[in-house]
């Protein structure tokens, strides 16, 4: 697969799963969707010394169009800023902070289908800028997809399997992608792709209505950040990477169909930092305790 921690993403899906899926097939008139959050991850000690805090803040919005009887194409683009705050001790082995402020960029364009029989198709490539503040833009894009493909195996069920592909900052990784909405009962679904914002795009959560236009969920996901860094650091021109497993409670309140606000809130598991030079060779890595989280979300729809 690439990369090992490729694995863990099998279990949880993948970011952008559910928006490759494109908008209900009934939907008939174009739509546009602005998204809002803003997450702080509270400061975690690191088996080597010293200790990283990170605040994230992204906006994005997408606008789908439907084109046919259960066709529709979408764009969207998202803009996302990750402060990462090293203090208290060495960072990955040295004195100084590997790095600072990571912008990153990006732009997508769906198409979703029928496809054969009762299935249903949908892909969705994507582009995307991720570097430090002060590196430059070249060497600092991916590109990549979702492919999908899921069906419906009766009213409370939906099924499907697909494949993510990313290439740039000096590697190449896939993984599969599975799709799943399951009515567990009539007040329980369970569902992959995209469990909330606040909490990251890969994941898999169980959600329950608690009253009229409020939903309480919980689940677990992945994340996974890589970037470009600048020509300051201890790995100048090299590649960071942060991930790790978060574990989360959600609470949401939904006005119908104009949008939702989401307040989540839980802890980063397994977290891992890693800093490879300008050739892909590892320089350092350290391991993170548990990390509290809260974030907060919104989208409006037009």
């Known amino acids: 697969m690439g990369k090992p921690w490729a694995v863990l993403a099998v279990a949880v899906a993948a970011g952008g799963a559910a928006e490759a899926q494109g908008p209900p097939p009934g939907a008939t008139r174009s739509a546009a969707t602005v998204t809002a959050v803003a997450v702080y991850q509270a400061p975690a000690d690191l088996d080597g010394g010293g200790r990283l805090e990170v605040t994230r803040v992204r906006v994005g919005g997408e606008l789908s169009q439907p084109v046919g009887p259960g066709r529709s194409v979408s764009v969207g683009a998202s803009f996302e800023q990750e402060a990462f ?14 790095w600072g402020t990571v912008t990153r960029v990006g732009a997508s364009l769906g198409v979703s289908g029928p496809g054969p029989g009762t299935w249903r198709l949908a892909l969705r490539p994507t582009v995307e800028s991720s570097r430090e503040d002060g590196a430059g833009w070249g060497g600092s894009a991916t590109w990549g997809g979702v492919g999908l493909a899921f069906r419906s195996f009766g009213p409370r069920l939906v099924l499907g399997l697909g494949l993510a592909v990313r290439h740039g900052l000096g ?50 996901g992945y994340r996974s950040s890589r970037f470009r860094l600048d020509g300051d650091g201890p790995a100048p021109g090299g590649v960071g990477e942060v991930r790790g497993v978060p574990v989360w409670g959600r609470l949401t309140r939904r006005f119908g169909e104009r949008g939702s606000i989401d307040l989540a809130a839980g802890w980063v598991l397994g977290g891992r930092v890693e800093l490879r030079d300008d050739q892909g060779h590892e320089v350092a890595r350290d391991r993170g305790g548990p990390a509290p989280f809260a974030g907060l979300s919104g989208s409006v729809r037009f």
């Open 85 to 98: 705050d090293f203090a208290g001790g060495p960072a990955l082995g040295g004195g100084a902070a590997p």
């Open 171 to 220: 590697s190449t990784w896939w993984f599969p992608v599975p799709v799943l909405r399951w009515q567990v009962t009539e007040g329980l679904t369970l569902v992959s792709g995209r469990p909330g914002a606040a909490a990251g795009p890969a994941g898999v959560e169980l959600q329950g209505q608690v009253a009229p236009g409020w939903e309480l969920a919980g689940g677990a």
